[in-house]
């Protein structure tokens, strides 16, 4: 019996991202254990969890999900799961912090892999994200305030210096870094 009771719109969150291929199978597992425990309580089952138990089997009969664990969402479908698109900025963010404090790409895509638990590939796709990764930074340390030093200047030109988008001190007097 576990002692974490899910609100019916959690239950309702983690079911509609079992139906999306989109569940962590640790939190298709809450669901499936709170079914269990209110039920051995003999409480009222929510109907957000029914219809998660109900849509889960449908999936299974219909050949839809081939296993009870894909059902159910305790298995992902194969293949590279998606990666929200907030995440994938955090991401971005993340590496080019590392890479602010003298990382190579590699070590940084490396760093950042292991702080969000994912592929050095997802993380290395997240890097599209790279400008919305230094806005963030921008944000973070209110520019104006607290602006870049000379090495991270440098970094930064070294990073990002053939972009169109970003613009150096030599490129613009106008803009700042």
Known sequence: MTD????RAEIHQIASQVLDD???PEN??????????????EDRLPLELLRYVRDSFDAYLSGE????????????????PKVEQSVQIE?????LRAR???ATHQDALLVTAEKFNRSESIIGDAWVYQQEGLQMLRLERDHDRHPWSATEEVRLTEIFGEK????TPEKSASKSV
Do not use: C, N
């Open 4 to 7: 974490e009771i899910l609100s």
């Open 22 to 24: 989109e569940a962590d």
């Open 28 to 41: 298709a597992k809450k669901l499936i254990e709170q079914f269990r425990d209110t039920f051995d309580r």
């Open 65 to 80: 999900r081939k296993t009870l664990d894909r059902a159910f969402g305790r298995s992902r479908k194969p293949g590279r």
């Open 91 to 95: 991401m971005a963010t993340e590496v």
């Open 100 to 102: 602010l404090k003298g």
């Open 164 to 167: 169109g988008w970003f613009f």
